[in-house]
């Protein structure tokens, strides 16, 4: 029944050492997100994908990129995180984009940057 | 840009006690969503509302978008435990910054 997962759920890592996290889905959207959760923040959008097509938020980091291989998985780089890094960072999918469609939401992977 | 309030920010209710929660823009909204989110976890969907005067229920929430499309509440009749969590507000279509988050309401229900 899983139908966004994300992996690992606990990451720890090093200051400035680059970490991957890694999210796939099991319902063949075609768009992915991916957003930013700070402790008791709201989250926020770091970028998606609408199939291929990757779509920077303006004021993302360029420490974070992001990687959609195929339909199914998509992966968030943090190429050399710091302490401000340590969020919930959580994947989303939706079916399509520009209307209103149901967004699903995986459990989250917690970076935690030592 | 577009904002999202949220109130209260903070709530806690005994058990069985109704509750509500509302989510307000200045600006009308194309689509709301209303997530929950336990503590350290994802979000869980819970429903969406696109027209104006909108309602939907599912077990005991209930969600409502005013005819002008500016604000919604989230109603909780008889609440249980298994409600406690953030509760969040979100205002689409998701496309690039055209999707928003509202600040989140925390529920705690005592038994």
């Known amino acids: 029944d899983a139908m966004v997962i994300q992996n690992p759920r606990y990451q720890v890592t090093q200051f400035g050492k680059p970490v991957t996290l890694s999210c796939s889905q099991t319902l063949n959207h075609n768009v992915m997100y991916w957003y930013q959760q700070k402790s008791s923040q709201a989250p926020k959008l770091l970028f998606h994908y609408y199939d291929k097509d990757f779509n920077n938020e303006a004021d993302t980091p360029d420490n974070f990129q992001s990687r959609r291989p195929n339909t199914s998985f998509c992966f968030l780089d943090i190429r050399s995180p710091g302490l401000g890094d340590a969020a919930m960072y959580l994947c989303a999918t939706s079916r399509d984009r520009d209307r209103v469609y149901e967004q699903y939401f995986g459990p989250g992977t917690r970076l935690t940057v030592t | 840009s577009q904002e999202l309030e949220q109130s209260p920010q903070s709530l806690i209710v005994q058990e069985g006690k109704n509750l509500t929660i509302n989510c307000t823009s200045s600006?009308?909204?194309?689509?709301l969503y209303w997530y929950k989110q336990k503590y350290g976890e994802g979000l869980i969907f819970l429903m969406m509302?696109?027209?104006?005067?909108e309602e939907k229920s599912h077990e005991k929430i209930t969600a409502k978008l005013d005819e002008k499309k500016q604000q919604s509440s989230l109603h909780i009749t008889a609440s249980q435990p298994s409600h406690a969590g953030i509760y969040l507000c979100?205002?689409?279509?998701?496309?690039?910054?055209?999707?928003?988050f509202g600040t989140g309401t925390s529920l705690t229900v005592i038994p």
């Open positions: 979100g205002a689409g279509p998701f496309t690039g910054n055209q999707f928003y």
């Open positions: 509302l696109q027209k104006g005067g």
């Open positions: 600006k009308t909204l194309y689509g």
